[in-house]
């Protein structure tokens, strides 16, 4: 049941620019409903250099706590007094608890990624997993893929950011783009994690080079299937968006703020919707 807003109405939100065309409003709202809590999720876009303001004002009101996106994630978990470890190691946040004790950080991007490829049935363990891209998502993702024990291969425009993710792995290595093409024909799961795909742009290699023993997993998720899911689709190979990962991010979020449960098949429904 929705319970309307009231003087004892719990507010949480999310932080970014842009940040109005976020489905997280409409996965917690649900969340909240679903579990009979008087909270309300709402977006609050922050200019760059403005999020410890933004922090300090939001927990002077009272706002128990907000997911982070898109580009705050490194300056909020520098306006953090206090991190998790995979927070602390990416130095980047999408969660933070606004307490009486303080600021506190968190970043579930990659338990979000891991959870939904473990739902999926997605062998990672020993893995040769290759990642595109070396942004916040991407570094969440190696990161995580180093606590499985994946064999973890970065790729991404920019030599000395694909070395500096995958400095978050254990052994991890990098290949240029040039020699994109054999790193995606010898791995067992491609990962993009950059935005390529959600305005239509083509995979940066050759999809032939995929093949029907290989899982490829996009982690952009509007739309449902990108091109290079398409392409890896028509090759044999098994394909997973990102709305998994979004879900299960949003529900390790929740449970962080709420301390409750998350109802992931409420989550998972709205995100679908909205």
């Not at 997993?217 to 392409?231: C, G, K, N, R, S």
């Amino acid at each position: 049941m929705t319970l309307p807003p009231s003087g004892q109405t719990t507010v949480a939100g999310i932080i970014g620019q842009p940040v109005r065309h976020s489905r997280s409003p409409a996965i917690h709202n649900a969340a909240y409903a679903a579990v009979g809590l008087d909270w309300v999720y709402v977006a609050f876009p922050v200019a760059p250099g403005a999020v410890q303001a933004a922090l300090v004002g939001l927990r002077a009101a009272g706002v128990a706590g907000c997911n982070v996106t898109m580009p705050h994630k490194t300056e909020a978990a520098q306006a953090c007094d206090e991190l998790t470890p995979a927070a602390a190691a990416l130095d980047a946040v999408n969660t933070v608890v606004l307490g009486g004790d303080g600021v506190f950080g968190d970043s579930t991007d990659g338990d979000g990624f891991l959870d939904a490829a473990r739902e999926a049935d997605v062998p990672l363990t020993d893995a040769h997993v290759l990642v595109l891209g070396a942004g916040g998502a991407a570094r969440a993702i190696v990161h995580t893929l180093g606590t499985v024990a994946a064999q973890v291969t970065v790729a991404a425009r920019r030599a000395d950011a694909a070395a500096t993710a995958a400095r978050l792995a254990p052994s991890a290595t990098t290949v240029p783009f040039a020699a994109l093409g054999d790193a995606v024909a010898a791995s067992d799961v491609v990962v993009n994690a950059t935005p390529l795909g959600m305005c239509g742009e083509a995979p940066p290699f050759d999809p032939a080079r995929l093949s029907a023993r290989q899982v490829v997993i996009d982690t952009v998720y509007a739309p449902a299937e990108t091109p290079l899911l398409a392409a890896a689709a028509a090759q044999g190979a098994r394909t997973l968006n990102g709305l998994g990962m979004l879900v299960h991010q949003a529900a390790r979020s929740f449970t962080r703020l709420t301390g409750r449960p998350a109802p992931l098949d409420v989550m998972r429904a709205a995100a679908a919707a909205s």
